[in-house]
């Protein structure tokens, strides 16, 4: 069956800029995760939704940073005015039901702010 | 501070010669502990959960084993396509970001024909 998608798979923007990141996950998994990875790095978690509410937000490094999963499947991240220091690749995973279960990752966004 | 440590950071092995790779975790609860294989350019690739120590996973030329410290990857009679980062990640029973993964750097592995 078909595993998490993201698009873009490439996002290049201007510092102070506002981008969003879709990330498509497994259908039927409730729960969904975010992270960021910088080169030479393991991931690293963002935020987790269990069906429709941010379940843990606490590695969202400021509040320029947000993520919505209005309908309990999609979710989009949101970076507004970006900095140079955003720049990393962005990773979506999924899992069935709980946070114990295996998470399955997508291909990532790479995000390259200028 | 709670932090996987993998080891070594690159390895480089002849086809056919066979290894393990090091995971030492220090978290306060340990939920479930999980290595990925990731290759340039793509997402992490699920490999294994372990959730109790004394426990051992195989797939193919890969057996993951899990002690109350630390996880060891073995892979037996590499082949080239073996050659990627693996990832290693727990859950933890608490705290904040305890439902994420937390990853060590990785162990970046080459296999020489």
């Known amino acids: 069956g078909a595993g998490v998608s993201q698009t873009p798979s490439n996002k290049v923007t201007e510092k102070g800029k506002y981008v969003e990141l879709r990330c498509d996950p497994i259908?039927?998994?409730?729960?969904l995760y975010w992270y960021r990875q910088s080169l030479g790095q393991g991931p690293e978690f963002l935020i987790y939704?269990?069906?429709?509410?941010?379940?843990?937000d606490s590695g969202l490094p400021n509040d320029r940073f947000f993520a919505v999963r209005p309908e309990g499947s999609v979710s989009t991240l949101k970076i507004q005015r970006t900095e140079r220091g955003d720049s990393a690749v962005y990773l979506c995973?999924?899992?069935?039901?709980?946070?114990?279960?295996?998470?399955?990752f997508g291909p990532g966004t790479r995000l390259t702010v200028l | 501070e709670d932090q996987v440590t993998q080891s070594p950071e690159a390895l480089r092995l002849q086809e056919g010669e066979s290894s393990s790779l090091n995971c030492s975790y220090t978290?306060?609860?340990?939920?479930?502990l999980f290595w990925y294989r990731q290759d340039p350019g793509k997402g992490p690739e699920f490999l294994f959960t372990?959730?109790?120590a004394g426990e051992e996973k195989e797939k193919e030329r890969l057996k993951a084993t899990l002690t109350k410290k630390e996880s060891f990857l073995h892979i037996t009679a590499p082949k080239p396509e073996d050659s990627a980062t693996y990832l290693c990640?727990?859950?933890?029973?608490?705290?904040?970001?305890?439902?994420?993964?937390?990853f060590g750097k990785g162990t970046h592995l080459i296999i020489q024909p």
């Open positions: 372990l959730y109790s």
């Open positions: 995973a999924s899992s069935l039901t709980r946070s114990t279960d295996t998470q399955y």
């Open positions: 939704f269990q069906g429709t509410g941010a379940a843990d």
């Open positions: 259908s039927g998994h409730t729960a």
């Open positions: 990640a727990v859950t933890m029973n608490s705290g904040g970001g305890a439902d994420g993964l937390t």
């Open positions: 978290v306060s609860g340990l939920r479930g």
